[in-house]
């Protein structure tokens, strides 16, 4: 199982910018508030926005992974390019899934040593990014015979997904023609209602389901991130097998046992107690490195709110940023230990690379060098590693180490499902509704306005008195 060490968040370690360890001991406020909190959330548990708890277990998993299989089955052999279009919780656990499961050069591979298609997430409307993938694509495969396009939208009217897939259909019809272009199309969507459910009935796109009650920053457990995983090789029993041992984990009382309800802990109490409202996320891995992109959305989305579950104005939430080791050591750490001591640091290492990692060659004949001389990288990141917790902590910054002992498509699932109740419990903490985002429908309400779409007229009339030019400019 992953383990999380968090000595260096308590003030005997860090003074007193930490907490008083026996704060968080057994029979503390905090471990009683955490017992009552953990009743709480199983009395929702599978309910209304909370259903993603149900994902690792069957029926759900079982009509999910039926569902996929075959789909892959009939789809990968012939694949040679997979295109995502898809934003926020429709892209970034499926770019987050391919690059810590998936070698870091997969696209670059030849295809007898991949073990799926090369994968394309679209997660901008950036006309120049959407237009080199099209035409990349398009070189490779000018006929559209190898490609999958998986168009990942509940409702089928967020506009950047909206823009992508009429660019994508149109393609296809032109490539295709009308009646074979559906078979390069994938669509996860609602199983019953809405835009892009009609436009895949009407066309007869093969669909998988976004389940009801699973928000899009909470869904990469169901086909919006399954599908992706496995057409490119990714063991998705496994990452489900990895989320339901973490679930159950999860479900303890006792907050010495439950990491979820220990981490959400830690970091709100650091937050409102010792004003750490930035939480950086840090892993020592290129592969770990972008589920710090899917932890910024899934923490700042959750967690930042104006106002509190009885409508009084909070302005609750903390600030996410992603770094990673040891790249960062030489652009970030000079600003983490000597700049404003307003951050809470998780940092993420591996025990075992196993036989990725690489060893390093002896015979340079440099006396400065040949302390590293028959070590191994992965020696090197975790030293490197432990010496940037060191100097933080000789810096008084409060930080916690998660541990995965291997990158498997386990452990990742196990990390996917901690940061998720965690996120549970500190909405709680925090009282706030955890699933919810207002402030991310003013923008795409906007948005419409902007384009001209009928009935938000009024929208671009607001936006263009708001942002009137004032001759501000230089």
Known sequence: MLSIHYANCLSERVGEHGLEGASVAPGSPSALDCARMTASLESTRGRGWERWRLLPFDPMRAEHVGAIRPLVQRLRPACENLIVLGIGGSALGNIALQASLNS?????????????????????????????VMSLVKKSDPTFQKTVFNVVSKSGETAETAAQFMLVRQTLIEALGREKHAQRIVAITDPAKGTMRKICDDAGYATLPVPDGVGGRFSVLSPVGLFSAAMCGVDIDGLLDGAAEMDARCREPEMAKNPAATLATLLVRLGREKGKTAHVMMPYSNQLYLLADWFRQLWAESLGKRVDQQGKEVFAGFTPIKALGTTDQHSQVQLYREGPNDKAFV???????????????????????AYLEGSTFGRLL???KRATEYALVE???????????KIDARHVGQFIALWEVATSYAGLMLNIDAYDQPAVETGKVATFGLMGRKGYEEWRQKVDRALAETGYRV
Do not use: C, K, W, Y
């Open 104 to 132: 870091t050069v997969h696209n670059l591979l030849p295809a007898a040593e991949r073990p799926g298609p090369r994968m394309f997430v679209v997660d901008n409307v950036d006309p120049a990014n959407l237009g080199a």
């Open 347 to 369: 940092l993420v290492d591996v025990q075992d690379f196993g036989a990725a990692d690489v060893p390093i060659p002896r015979g340079l004949g440099v006396d400065a060098v």
């Open 382 to 384: 975790n030293a490197e």
């Open 395 to 405: 810096s008084r910054r409060p930080n916690l180490t998660i541990t995965f002992p």
